[in-house]
């Protein structure tokens, strides 16, 4: 019987159970990083574990435009049925950074267009989109590295990161750090840059976490590895 209320559980439905679940507090915090909701992800993640895999769900749950309820569609999609195009039409609407997060964490780096999309994405004009094309591309720099030209990734770097908007700046910094932390014939330079461009140097880190400034970041992460 709880299996037919899963499979028959309406948009309207899941809205209102999504509405019932906001917290004030949590959307205060979420929209000081531009996300607008309130539910807290643990809550939302149950959600989608009693909903299971459902795509079909999951598309009319985006297309509601709600970031709650786009949030809980990539819990439940199931990332290998979208098309490129679709995949791209999907990351030009993310516009919340958390969206924009899981739909290139959970989705499109579970995506045969994958590479694809990363190319097309990392020459976009649009900073947003650009940097889900870096995302992915950090991602590639930490784990299939064959092909890249990580030169030419820290020459970009070095000339336009100071520059770039938030977002963007953010994610060239995370690939600038990745360079630098896994491959040791770039880490001079890498360090080298980020000295130099102080990108995140003064930014606000809670105690025990790692601050995003690429030379504290590389230095510490490597001293991680080192110790094993």
Not at 67 to 87: G, H, N, V, W
Not at 108 to 119: C, D, M, Q
Not at 125 to 154: F, H, M
Request: one cysteine or more.
């Amino acid at each position: 019987m709880a299996e037919t209320t899963v499979a028959g559980t309406t948009v309207a439905e899941l809205l209102a159970e999504l509405a019932a679940l906001e917290e004030p507090k949590i959307r205060e915090v979420n929209e000081r990083h531009g996300d607008d909701h309130g539910v807290n992800l643990g809550k939302l993640r149950a959600v989608a574990k009693r909903l299971k895999t459902q795509q079909d769900l999951a598309r009319q749950l985006w297309q509601t435009g709600d970031t709650a309820a786009r949030l809980l569609a990539l819990l439940i999609c199931r990332p290998k049925a979208f098309e490129r195009d679709e995949l791209d039409a999907m990351l030009r609407q993310a516009r919340a950074p958390k969206v924009q997060d899981w739909l290139v964490n959970y989705v499109v780096k579970k995506s045969p267009h994958v590479e694809e999309l990363r190319r097309a994405w990392f020459a976009d004009p649009d900073p947003v989109v650009a940097s889900a094309g870096w995302a992915l591309t950090t991602e590639r720099v930490t784990k299939q590295p064959e092909g890249l030209d990580l030169t030419g990734l820290l020459d970009v770097i070095e000339a336009e990161m100071k520059g770039a908007p938030d977002r963007l700046q953010w994610a060239m910094n995370h690939c600038l750090a990745q360079i630098g932390i896994d491959h040791a014939e770039h880490r001079a330079r890498a360090l080298g840059i980020g000295e130099r461009l102080e990108v995140l140097k003064d930014y606000p880190t809670s105690p025990g976490c790692t601050s995003p400034y690429a030379p504290i970041w590389i230095n510490e992460m490597v001293r991680r590895q080192a110790q094993g």
